[in-house]
């Protein structure tokens, strides 16, 4: 939701996002999802028919196929057909979703691994730089006050198949947003610079007080 000045609020755990028509398209694409990796698991089932090809050229072949590499494609491939369709806003409405979900899924994991309620304001700024190096990113302060954090970034975890797909960005606004928000009762994000739009890296602002001269993405603690 969009409130005057460009700011966005979006309290966290907020389900009632409309999906309009567009709900058939992520059904499917979900269900496409499914399929895909029920296939992958009844391959895997058969590997001894796949592992023993008896044409070894075709297996030492130069081709570039591996699982995360895969995967990687495959989400630039469903980001890209969202953004084409239902448009840029509404698909990264729909990544927001994923991003909230995982967002506090990785909150609840850190506070279980810490033994601790909440976060402390320090421990989010190194949960959220962890939480990047562990999937290969490259985030790194910025700029740090009391009431805001400033992230840089070299390499995204999507790698090169987010060029181009500014949607997968809602992935860290709403991971960044959520797991500040959960802990620290108010957060907001604004996405600055990113390498999806052509940049050389990127800056996230994470802000931790209200400001409505700022522009960003809202996020709220849930009870």
């Excluded at 966005?8 to 979900?30: A, H, I």
Aim: aromatic fraction near 8%; proline fraction near 2%; hydrophobic fraction near 40%.
């Amino acid at each position: 939701m969009r409130s005057r000045g460009g700011l966005y609020r979006v309290p966290v755990g907020d389900n009632r996002l409309r999906l309009k028509t567009s709900e058939y398209l992520w059904n499917y694409v979900v269900g496409s999802i499914y399929l895909l990796y029920n296939f992958m698991i009844r391959q895997r089932i058969r590997k001894e028919l796949i592992y023993t090809m008896p044409d070894s050229s075709i297996q030492h072949s130069s081709v570039v196929l591996k699982r995360d590499n895969f995967m990687r494609s495959l989400i630039r491939e469903l980001s890209g057909v969202l953004q084409d369709v239902v448009g840029l806003d509404d698909a990264a409405g729909f990544i927001s979703i994923v991003g909230q979900n995982m967002g506090e899924s990785i909150d609840a994991e850190y506070r279980q691994a810490l033994s601790v309620d909440k976060l402390s304001r320090d421990q989010v700024r190194d949960v959220l730089l962890d939480l990047k190096r562990r999937i290969e990113g490259q985030f790194y302060v910025l700029e740090e006050g009391v009431d805001h954090i400033v992230f840089g970034n070299h390499a995204c975890p999507f790698g090169d198949k987010v060029i181009d797909r500014p949607s997968l960005c809602m992935m860290t606004s709403n991971v960044f947003g959520s797991i500040a928000a959960q802990n620290l009762g108010y957060a907001r994000v604004s996405l600055d610079q990113t390498i999806a739009k052509g940049d050389a890296g990127c800056r996230v602002s994470l802000f931790l007080r209200a400001d409505a001269d700022e522009h960003g993405r809202e996020y709220f603690r849930t009870e």
